[in-house]
């Protein structure tokens, strides 16, 4: 596991966005997974401007996002489907065609999730997938629980995610129950996994994924697994680190 530690969330974001440009550039037609939340948006801004300034090509380029909120409509301000074209996709040059993400309104939702595994599959797999983490140490939307799910999946969220996001919807009570996650194993799957933390929330999350124990109480400890993990952290995130 590397861990790069910047000096604020400005720096991270750059340094985040120099790696996924890289990994275009050098592989045109690669596949990404991509996070939503607040803490990726940096890094998206930095690809929007890479790609005005003709840094990178994005044409070729695979999407797959990690999750959806459940049951929500993509048109919704605060569905991630709504999110990822309005921060990105709306802004570069990527094949709609080539964009994923899980239906929030699919029913049955069994055969939403097997056939989201399916189209990773067909598409080979993702190159570099890009992560947050919760103040849960959740990431996608598998929260701490005593056994994860591998695949997508269909997830209850625990009430301090329920909580946590509440602020992007008009009071708690908007905020969807559930979600549609990849899961652990296809997380794991990844060639290679960057993963932003910015704050001193995300602090004590950040000091269990690396230093803690690997448990499915903090899900985020199972990236210490995977052979090429990247973290990249401001001073506050990085706190309580040894």
């Known amino acids: ?32 997974g991509l996070a ?17 300034r003709g ?14 909120y459940y049951p929500i409509m993509p048109d919704h ?19 709609p065609n080539r964009i994923h993400l899980p ?20 598409a080979g797999g993702i190159d570099l997938q890009v992560l947050g983490i919760g103040v849960n ?5 598998n929260e701490p629980n005593p056994g994860l799910s591998s695949r997508t999946h269909l997830v209850d969220l625990k ?15 908007e905020v969807p129950r559930q979600a549609l996650t990849m899961g652990m194993g296809t997380i794991l799957k990844a060639r290679r996994i960057i993963l ?12 269990k994924t690396v230093q803690g124990m690997v448990t499915t109480e903090c899900p985020s400890s199972f990236l210490q697994t995977h052979p090429d993990v990247t973290l990249l952290l401001d001073q506050e995130a990085a706190a309580l680190l040894d």
Not at 36 to 52: C, F, K
Not at 55 to 68: A, G, Q, W
Not at 196 to 207: D, F, H, P, R, V
Request: glycine fraction near 6%; proline fraction near 3%; charged fraction near 25%.
């Open 103 to 122: 239906n929030g309104m699919a029913d049955p939702v069994e055969e939403e999730c097997n056939n989201y595994e399916r189209l990773i599959a067909e």
């Open 77 to 95: 301000p605060q569905s991630y489907h709504y999110f990822m074209y309005q921060n990105l996709f709306n802004h570069i040059n990527i094949d």
């Open 36 to 52: 939503t939340g607040s803490t990726p948006l940096g890094l998206y801004r930095e690809l929007i401007a890479m790609y005005e």
């Open 1 to 32: 596991m590397r861990i790069i530690i910047g000096k604020d969330y400005a720096e991270i974001s750059k340094k985040a966005a120099l790696i996924v440009a890289a990994q275009v550039v050098l592989k045109p037609d690669c596949v990404l």
């Open 55 to 68: 840094e990178v090509d994005f044409s070729k380029v695979t999407t797959f996002n990690l999750d959806e």
């Open 159 to 173: 009430q301090e995610t329920i909580k946590a996001n509440s602020r992007f919807f008009q009071s708690e009570a």
């Open 196 to 207: 932003l933390a910015s704050g001193n929330s995300k602090a004590e999350a950040i000091k």
């Open 137 to 141: 140490g959740h990431i996608g939307f």
